[in-house]
Structures are given as C-alpha cells and as structure tokens.
C-alpha cells in the first residue's frame, strides 16, 4: 500500500528500497533470474538494477475498484495471485493461475480479501486464503496447475485474528501471518494447530523463509489503521522480524513463464 518496494541482503542485512507507481502486491523471480511482479492493475516485468518495469499482463476485465493481491508460485513453477475489492466490501475477487506461456486464467472466485497461497511440499496441494471469511481453503494441484476439491481447511476464530500470508515449510507444516492476531500460527499438514508465536506488533501480514539453509522466518506487520494509542504500545508495527522458528523452509521454485 505504501507503494515501495524492500529488498533485504541476508549477509549485511542492509535494506534497499524503491518507490512504484501504484502498490506492488507480490515478486516471483523466473527460472532466467527475471523478476516478474503484481501491481495493482497488471502483470510486470521489473528491472533488477533501477526497478523500472514492463507490462507483461493487464488485468482489465475486474471491477474498478478491485486489485491484485498476494502471490506465490507453485512447485511446477505456475505463478497463483488473487485479486480483491479494495474497498473490501464485495466478494469479487478472484484466484488467477498463469505460466508455462498461459496468460492469467481465474480459476476460483468470491473472494472478498484473497491472500496466500502456499503449496505443500509436494506440490499436490494449494492452500488459498479469504481473509474476510476468515476462511483458509485447500485445493488437490496437479501437474498441469489445475484445481479441484476446494474445502474449508482452517477457519480462524475471531481471538485469532485474520489469516493473511502463507507459507510451508521442510516438514510440510503451514505457517499463517494473522491479522490482528499478534503473531503467526503453525499448522500440521492435518489442519492441526501445534504452535503460536506471538509478536509485538499486531498487523502480521505474511511469512517466508530466508537467508542461509532457509532457517530463519522473515514476518512482515503493517501499521495501517491503527489508532494513536495502539502504535504506543506496539512501536514496531510496520517493521519487519526475522525468526528462528526451528525448522527450515523450503525454497520457492522459480516461474516458468
């Protein structure tokens, strides 16, 4: 929303960051070392030296007030973004699937606040989120990209928060960023909580593992919409945590674009 993009070198842990036009919403890098990224309106090509990007993919035909969301690839290397009401009033948004030289395709609708997705270990399953539902779905993934058996997997309880974004780790667990939920949870591939860290900040927003051997957990907070009195209490809302969490994280597979 801030419409800046960060980039974090594990070694020095010295931050960079570049101003966009509109808000980027998520970053895949191809199997050529490109960076490919989601804005607001379209799909683009970044420029890894001064971020100046090239439009690959508009996406035109959704509502005005709606925009592109978070994404994530699969480990067939198909690139899944969702889009959503910005106004995050109506359940217009949608799941996309695009790659392998396929143009973005909707594959799953009625969502009001997509986030996620994460793909288990083995690739056969996608977890998709409706943050607005509270709701994370899981979807059977085959070889092809192709969806099919959506179920309700997690439904968040309102002392939880909201699930927001996602991640899996080596053990096939799924790590979820909760929205006003102080922290992140841990769940077993069974849909089984087995653990909770809490954070000082309450605005968890997403997960993903980095650095050497994927063992640190880097967790993303915002600031947005908190009240004066909040932002006292919880400074670092907004900041960014690395975690050793115990377990390692397993590597995102490059697009096929």
């Known amino acids: 929303l801030g419409q800046r993009l960060f980039r974090l070198d594990c070694q020095s842990m010295r931050v960079s960051q570049f101003t966009m036009p509109e808000p980027i919403c998520w970053v895949m890098e191809t199997e050529q070392g490109e960076l490919v990224a989601g804005f607001a ?3 683009y090509k970044l420029n890894s030296e001064d971020f100046s990007r090239e439009l690959v993919y508009a996406i035109d035909h959704e509502p ?10 699969s480990r067939q290397g198909f690139g899944f973004f969702g ?3 910005s ?5 217009s948004g949608k799941l996309y699937r695009f790659g392998h030289g396929q143009t973005p395709t909707a594959v799953d609708h009625d969502y009001t606040i997509s986030n996620g997705p994460a793909v288990s270990k083995n690739g056969q399953f996608l977890y998709s989120t ?5 709701t994370i779905y899981r979807f059977t993934l085959n070889e092809h990209g192709e969806l099919a058996d959506k179920h309700e997997f997690i439904r ?3 002392n939880m928060g909201f699930p927001d974004g996602m991640t899996v780790d080596s053990e096939d667990h799924l790590w979820v960023a909760a929205w006003n939920g102080y922290g992140i949870y841990r769940f077993a591939p069974s849909g089984e909580q087995v653990q909770f860290i809490r954070l000082p900040a309450p605005r968890v927003t997403s997960v993903a593992f980095v650095g050497e051997e994927l063992r640190h957990l880097a967790v993303t907070t915002a600031a947005v919409g908190l009240e004066d ?5 919880y400074p670092h809302s907004g900041g960014v945590f690395i975690l050793e969490p115990g377990v390692k994280g397993i590597a995102e597979t490059p697009l096929k674009l």
């Open 229 to 233: 009195s909040v932002l006292a209490d």
């Open 156 to 158: 968040f309880t309102d």
């Open 64 to 73: 005005l007030q709606n925009r592109l969301n978070d994404g994530k690839t």
């Open 87 to 91: 106004q995050e009033q109506s359940s």
């Open 41 to 43: 309106k379209g799909v």
């Open 130 to 134: 409706d943050s607005d539902k509270q």
């Open 83 to 85: 889009s959503m009401d």
